[in-house]
């Protein structure tokens, strides 16, 4: 008689079966595991998931977004500003080209608002003032300009002066009073969020 049918012991065959059913049910999940460990159902190649991201990759990319996103504001004491022309001696009729360029001269970079709402260029002759770029300034704009250390940032655009005197009461005027030529010496000094230039740029009109 088959003691596998047949169990033989003290206790009934009702809990020898119950004992083998266990044990069975057992060795089927471990086995399921190991199956599932072989496989490994959904890592193949081109299903989601199977390739780890290039996590090095993205944090790189993310770099100078985090360093922008964490730069303070620019120390006034470590920003050099300065005034820039685009001739020394201009002809009859030329009009100067009026532009500027700052540089960080600390260690970390730094965010400056510079945009036209907080840059002024002032063109002078000895004490006298001739012109302001603010006397008829319209839609002026914030531009938040992150300067690094050592490298000079210079404005997109220059801007001509059309060699008149400014004033806010001659905005609308057609025509304003010429500023004196005949190698007239004059100086362009500027400033950008209440930063000056260290020194005036000197230039002449024939």
């Not at 001739?87 to 009009?95: D, I, L």
């Not at 002024?120 to 839609?139: A, E, M, P, Q, R």
């Amino acid at each position: 008689m088959s003691t596998i049918k047949h169990p033989v012991g003290p206790q009934s065959s009702k809990v020898y079966w119950r004992r083998r059913l266990t044990v069975g049910v057992g060795l089927l999940f471990v086995l399921v595991i190991i199956f599932l460990i072989i496989v490994r159902p959904g890592a193949g190649a081109g299903e989601p998931g199977a390739t780890p991201k290039p996590v090095a990759s993205a944090a790189a990319t993310d770099a100078p977004a985090a360093a922008a996103a964490g730069a303070s504001a620019c120390d006034p004491a470590k920003v050099q500003v300065e005034a820039i022309t685009d001739a020394v001696t201009y002809e009859p009729g030329q009009q100067p080209a009026l532009s500027l360029s700052l540089t960080n001269t600390g260690t970390e970079p730094c965010i400056i608002n510079a945009g036209t709402s907080k840059q002024v260029f002032t063109i002078s002759s000895g004490t006298d003032v001739y012109w302001k770029s603010t006397d008829c300034l319209s839609d002026p704009a914030d531009a938040q300009v992150t300067l690094k250390p050592g490298e000079p940032v210079s404005s997109s655009a220059s801007i001509d002066w059309e060699r008149v005197r400014s004033s806010p009461d001659t905005c609308d005027e057609a025509t304003r009073d010429a500023a004196p030529a005949g190698g007239a010496a004059y100086n362009l000094s500027v400033s950008v969020d209440g930063i000056k230039s260290a020194t005036p740029k000197q230039f002449f009109l024939s």
